[in-house]
């Protein structure tokens, strides 16, 4: 299966921005997908997670009621809509894919496949 991860950029500290993930390879909807991001010198951090079919979520908490996640399954595509972006939120932001649904997605390592990354920019 592959990850391409789109949608990075350079914005303002109160602007949106919206990730996208395509998936190839394999059937969509056989995997539960989370998004991750990591900053410069520090580690990779969970960001939100969502089921094969769309209607279970989770997220780090600090980020609820800015960050949704989402996913068209007859697109192959996994979303991250990002509001109210702040110089802290810039970061790598990456997809990953794993089979299970489970509420521990906040360990990378139980993640097989992972896109490339595209880096988000907030400016103050």
């Known amino acids: 299966v592959q990850l391409q991860a789109s949608g990075g950029g350079s914005v303002q500290a109160g602007d949106s921005a919206r990730l996208s993930c395509v998936v190839s390879g394999r059937p969509f909807d056989d995997y539960a997908m989370s998004w991750f991001r990591q900053a410069p010198g520090k580690e990779r951090k969970f960001v939100a997670a969502?089921?094969?079919?769309?209607?279970?979520?989770y997220y780090e908490d600090v980020l609820k009621g800015r960050f949704t996640i989402t996913r068209n399954n007859r697109m192959n595509t996994l979303y991250l809509q990002m509001n109210a972006l702040q110089p802290e939120d810039s970061a790598v932001y990456y997809c990953?894919?794993?089979?299970?649904?489970?509420?521990?997605?906040?360990?990378?390592?139980?993640?097989?496949?992972w896109g490339q990354g595209t880096l988000v920019t907030v400016s103050s």
């Open positions: 990953a894919a794993r089979t299970r649904w489970e509420y521990d997605g906040h360990d990378a390592n139980k993640y097989p496949h």
């Open positions: 969502i089921n094969w079919y769309g209607d279970k979520t």
